[in-house]
């Protein structure tokens, strides 16, 4: 496929998505404002049950659409989430008995938990997964027991009366607007520079950070964002229940039906926090009226018997996905190039143009070395690349050479000394080597699975040193993709490619970096001979044209022996030969240690 097949095909994408616009794509907007016309009217009605049973779903949207944004879009089961909601209806609750004007109160519950969240935020994400989940959970009977016991400034068991004003109208009308706005940031989130860092997490949060992005800062920054709109919807409930105490606020009973809401609905799925809402509450209330002794249970089986025929939510589900009309709601948010800024490319891929000095060195490892308990994988190792070489990194496997790889783009940490371009590498970021000048593929490919071709790359190169913003960057995003072969699977997902599709991808989401040094780790395995050339040349592209300084690390020799100038050999994680291909061949060690066994392989 040329470039100008692609850049066809990309705009044939985005007139796709135009075409889509105008009938289909409004609909739901004109839902939600039909929506919002509704729910302006449910006061007018006259009967406070029915405004205060309104109130408390929009306070659940509040809580479960905030709760996704940590658990869907970056992917951190956040359990304690409700605690952001008690902390906010105190600091509400205090500040309004201290006389605080109403506003500033909401102002105060916001600050007060943005705060914890920062706070706490840095012994929590040391961890991931269940441990992380567990121990967000440990802060909803952390936050019990300080409301009881700080009982000068919470009143304790007895809990806190607030100000005995009728302000069901004026809570009502807040919340609404608050949840409004959460769902607005949800989109901007989902469609931002900040959600994409945040769905990379989500993703592999390793290949985030080799690809530039700083995931401690995204993570806090989601955590913060996330509790104080939780705490907007937890003071606006205390103003509205003028009486708050800590099993209210803090119960375990009561914390994880938000976040069950979210995966009930399809956590990640725009539409999914609040159709889960829409169903679970009323499901609850029909329970609570019909059953009311076995409603806990019985709300508490429903849940499970979701989690174990619906994993994805009920939007992600075979059922709703077969109903045309609803098909909309389980429909993935992505962002494709558009139109417009496709035109703009060129032939040329769009990266500076380096020239290379060959007396330049550009990569430095003295005594790099990395161990596994005892097991020496990278020894003492010491190389040197200058600028502009192709180098092909073989040895036998197990050897050390994707470990030797993992250190320079610091997936590991090693001992002995790291310079490129150089800049000394020691007490680096894996984002900060990323912008150094470092980009590479792994061995096995690490592609952000559930984002499109066209996003893999466009994350690379909005966050590259000086990258452009998100749209810019998915309009180059096509000149990679085409670069590498992938210029009319854009809009696909990367886990929907095949494997050397998938390190194709890797190829085009480092060259998005603009790196000075690209480390490629295994990618002719399983081509065919015509593909291995067509790759052979774009990695003499990428160096004759762009400069870019290359090691290849192969099992394929007769690939490596089409373009490296250089071959450094591996054995027991030690360098037993660095020599001109010719002169490296011809080394008997070299042969016994590796060339004999690729011989083999290959047949010769
Ligand atoms: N994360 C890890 N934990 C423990 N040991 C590891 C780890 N990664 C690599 N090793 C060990 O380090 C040694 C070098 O492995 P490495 O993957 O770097 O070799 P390689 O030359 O890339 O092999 P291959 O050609 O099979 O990819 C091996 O003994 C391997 O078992």
Not at 69 to 83: E, P, T
Not at 147 to 176: C, E, H, M, R
Not at 252 to 261: G, I, K, R, Y
Not at 364 to 392: P, S
Request: aromatic share 8%; net charge neutral; with cysteine.
């Amino acid at each position: 496929m040329t470039r100008h097949d692609v850049s066809l095909a990309t705009t044939a994408l985005a007139a796709d998505a135009r075409a889509a616009t105008p009938a289909r794509s409004l609909l739901p907007w004109l839902g939600g404002a039909v929506l919002i016309g509704l729910l302006l009217l449910v006061p007018k009605l006259g009967v406070p049950y029915a405004t205060s049973l309104v109130f408390t779903l929009l306070v659940s949207f509040i809580l479960a659409q905030s709760w996704d944004w940590i658990g869907g879009l970056a992917g951190y089961v956040n359990l304690g989430h409700f605690a952001w909601y008690g902390v906010g209806a105190y600091a509400f609750a205090i500040s309004l008995n201290a006389g605080v004007p109403v506003p500033l109160c909401f102002v105060v519950a916001m600050a007060v938990v943005a705060l914890a969240a920062a706070i706490l935020s840095f012994p929590l994400f040391r961890l991931k997964g269940d441990y992380f989940a567990f121990a967000t959970l440990a802060i909803l009977p952390l936050a019990e027991l300080l409301a009881f016991n700080l009982s000068k400034l919470t009143g304790g068991a007895d809990g806190i009366v607030l100000p005995p004003d009728y302000v069901l109208l004026q809570a009502f009308y807040t919340a609404l607007g608050l949840a409004i706005a959460t769902f607005a940031l949800t989109i901007a989130l989902s469609r931002s520079r900040f959600g994409y860092a945040l769905k990379s997490i989500r993703n592999d949060e390793q290949a985030a950070e080799v690809v530039g992005i700083r995931i401690f800062p995204a993570k806090l920054g989601v955590m913060v964002l996330s509790g104080a709109i939780a705490a907007l919807g937890g003071a606006v409930h205390a103003w509205q229940l003028s009486y708050i105490d800590p099993p209210t606020v803090f119960g375990l009973s009561v914390a994880l039906v938000p976040v069950a809401m979210a995966l009930f609905g399809g956590s990640g799925l725009l539409w999914g926090p609040m159709i889960g809402v829409a169903l679970l509450f009323t499901v609850q209330q029909f329970l609570l009226v019909n059953m009311s002794i076995l409603h806990a249970t019985v709300y508490g089986l429903i849940i499970l018997l979701i989690g174990r025929f619906m994993p994805g939510g009920l939007l992600r589900s075979r059922l709703t996905k077969a109903i045309p009309a609803l098909r909309f709601l389980s429909r993935e948010q992505h962002l494709a190039p558009t139109g417009a800024a496709v035109a703009a490319g060129n032939e040329r891929l769009p990266m500076p143009i380096r020239v290379p000095d060959p007396s330049c060195e550009l990569l430095v490892c003295r005594k790099l070395t990395k161990a596994f308990g005892g097991n020496i994988a990278v020894n003492a190792v010491d190389i040197v690349v200058r600028q502009g070489e192709v180098v092909g990194l073989v040895g036998a496997n197990g050897s050390g050479k994707t470990t030797l790889f993992n250190c320079i783009s610091k997936v590991y940490e090693p001992t002995g000394e790291l310079i490129v371009d150089g800049r000394n590498l020691a007490g680096l970021r894996r984002d900060e080597v990323a912008a150094v000048g470092v980009g590479r593929s792994f061995q096995n490919p690490r592609p952000f699975g559930d984002l499109t071709v066209a996003e893999n790359i466009a994350i690379a190169a909005t966050f590259r040193r000086n990258g452009p913003a998100l749209p810019d960057a998915l309009a180059e995003a096509t000149a990679y993709a085409a670069f590498v072969g992938l210029g009319d699977r854009l809009g696909e997902r990367a886990d929907s490619l095949s494997l050397q599709e998938k390190k194709s991808l890797e190829l085009a989401r480092a060259l998005a970096l603009h790196p000075k040094l690209l480390l490629v780790d295994e990618v002719a395995s399983g081509l065919t001979p015509a593909e291995i050339r067509r790759f052979v040349g774009h990695i003499r592209e990428i160096r004759d044209v762009y400069g870019i300084t290359v090691i290849w690390v192969e099992h394929i020799f007769s690939a490596l022996a089409q373009v490296v100038d250089r071959l450094i050999v591996l054995e027991q994680g030690q360098v037993i030969a660095d020599a001109p291909l010719a002169e490296a061949v011809k080394d008997e060690r070299v042969l016994a240690a590796y060339l004999g066994q690729a011989a083999t392989k290959e047949g010769h």
